[in-house]
């Protein structure tokens, strides 16, 4: 009876808090721009996540989980390893590796990024507008994280993250720290989760903090997500998601998720002719998210786990993730 007291309890702080970002939504934001090290809001490491719409604070579960919310994590009970690799646009590469390791009842998870622009990809110039040759990358952004995580009363998953952030854009280098907190409360049975958490929280000017919050609805067929984010430097955003699930009962191979996502960014023109965008109709969008997923819990004795975003940007073209990970 106590636990279920908290519960309630929890419920109507974190219902009420997700009322008070939303009634911000509407509002004008001054500070577009002021905060540094804005790769940290591009989702790598965490392709459900972005195919969903951004809607994954609430969802968040294993290794992916390293990247977006750390309270997801309190939940895994195998050691599990993911490799990941987003192509982004201009020939942008982010790659990640995140490694989750049950210790008791509490779960400890590790994570390194590497996001990297060849120079000679570059077009820099000098302040006369003369081109300048840029050998070697020139974007070395590097980022190394700490998570522990453990469930509490079997329903309330709580999680933290500390960020080493070192970013090296074109001999420009910045060395910051930043740190994730967050929680997810699980309701009948995982059917219904409210998620919330602090992202990148640290020096407002150097990195991207975020306040953000989600629910999902889970059954066996599908879930539905929502979130809302509110970073610093902008209005605040709204994702929503939808993943079809085909169980792993039913094709007595694996399971297969089929992903949907809307996220209101701003649109950024025209997808060019021939893009990939272009071919399925969605030049003219870059709020639409896809992406799938695929799940065996018996290769080889291991479980492995297949996941692909796309995410359609217009003029600037579609950025790719994909993530492997083995659970052992």
């Given at each position: 009876?106590?636990?279920?007291?908290?519960?309630?309890?929890?419920?109507?702080?974190?219902?009420?808090?997700?009322?008070?970002v939303?009634?911000?939504?509407?509002?004008?934001?001054?500070?577009a721009?002021?905060?540094?090290?804005?790769?940290?809001?591009?989702?790598?490491?965490?392709?459900?996540?972005?195919?969903l719409?951004?809607?994954?604070t609430?969802?968040?579960?294993?290794?992916?989980?390293?990247?977006?919310?750390?309270?997801?994590?309190?939940?895994?009970?195998?050691?599990e390893?993911?490799?990941?690799?987003?192509?982004?646009y201009?020939?942008?590469?982010?790659?990640?590796?995140?490694?989750?390791?049950p210790?008791?009842?509490?779960?400890?998870?590790?994570?390194?990024?590497?996001?990297?622009?060849?120079?000679?990809?570059?077009?820099?110039?000098?302040?006369?507008?003369?081109?300048q040759?840029?050998?070697?990358?020139?974007?070395?952004?590097?980022?190394?994280t700490?998570?522990?995580?453990?469930?509490?009363?079997?329903?309330?998953d709580?999680?933290?993250?500390?960020?080493?952030?070192?970013?090296?854009?074109?001999?420009?280098?910045?060395?910051?720290?930043?740190?994730?907190?967050?929680?997810?409360?699980?309701?009948?049975?995982?059917?219904?989760?409210?998620?919330?958490?602090?992202?990148?929280?640290?020096?407002?000017e150097?990195?991207?903090?975020?306040?953000r919050?989600?629910?999902?609805?889970?059954?066996?067929?599908?879930?539905?997500?929502?979130?809302?984010v509110?970073?610093v430097?902008?209005?605040?955003?709204?994702?929503?998601g939808?993943?079809?699930?085909?169980?792993?009962?039913?094709?007595?191979?694996?399971s297969f998720?089929?992903?949907?996502?809307?996220?209101?960014?701003?649109?950024?023109?025209?997808?060019?002719?021939?893009?990939?965008?272009?071919?399925?109709?969605?030049?003219?969008?870059?709020?639409?998210?896809?992406?799938?997923?695929?799940?065996?819990?018996?290769?080889?004795?291991?479980?492995?786990?297949?996941?692909?975003?796309?995410?359609?940007s217009?003029?600037?073209?579609?950025?790719?993730?994909?993530?492997?990970?083995?659970q052992?």
């Amino acid at each position: 009876m106590k636990n279920t007291k908290y519960i309630k309890i929890l419920t109507i702080v974190t219902i009420f808090s997700l009322f008070g970002v939303s009634l911000q939504a509407a509002a004008p934001y001054k500070k577009a721009g002021t905060s540094a090290s804005a790769f940290m809001k591009l989702g790598t490491g965490a392709p459900e996540a972005q195919a969903l719409g951004n809607a994954y604070t609430a969802l968040s579960s294993g290794s992916q989980a390293l990247f977006w919310n750390p309270a997801g994590i309190a939940t895994s009970t195998t050691r599990e390893v993911q490799v990941s690799h987003m192509q982004w646009y201009e020939g942008v590469g982010d790659s990640a590796l995140g490694y989750i390791q049950p210790i008791g009842r509490t779960i400890l998870g590790v994570s390194l990024r590497y996001m990297r622009l060849d120079g000679s990809k570059l077009d820099a110039r000098d302040e006369g507008g003369w081109r300048q040759e840029i050998t070697g990358d020139a974007i070395k952004d590097f980022v190394g994280t700490i998570s522990l995580a453990r469930t509490f009363f079997g329903v309330l998953d709580i999680g933290g993250t500390a960020k080493y952030i070192n970013e090296d854009n074109v001999g420009t280098k910045n060395i910051n720290p930043a740190f994730d907190v967050g929680g997810r409360l699980r309701i009948a049975h995982n059917k219904f989760i409210i998620g919330v958490m602090g992202q990148n929280l640290g020096d407002k000017e150097e990195v991207p903090s975020a306040l953000r919050g989600g629910v999902a609805i889970n059954t066996k067929y599908f879930t539905l997500a929502g979130e809302l984010v509110d970073y610093v430097d902008d209005k605040v955003r709204y994702g929503v998601g939808l993943a079809i699930h085909i169980p792993e009962d039913v094709v007595q191979v694996a399971s297969f998720d089929i992903r949907v996502g809307y996220y209101n960014r701003e649109n950024t023109g025209w997808a060019e002719d021939g893009d990939i965008a272009e071919k399925i109709g969605l030049e003219t969008t870059s709020k639409i998210t896809l992406g799938f997923g695929f799940y065996s819990s018996e290769v080889l004795g291991y479980g492995l786990g297949l996941d692909y975003a796309m995410m359609p940007s217009g003029v600037l073209g579609t950025a790719h993730q994909l993530a492997v990970r083995l659970q052992f």
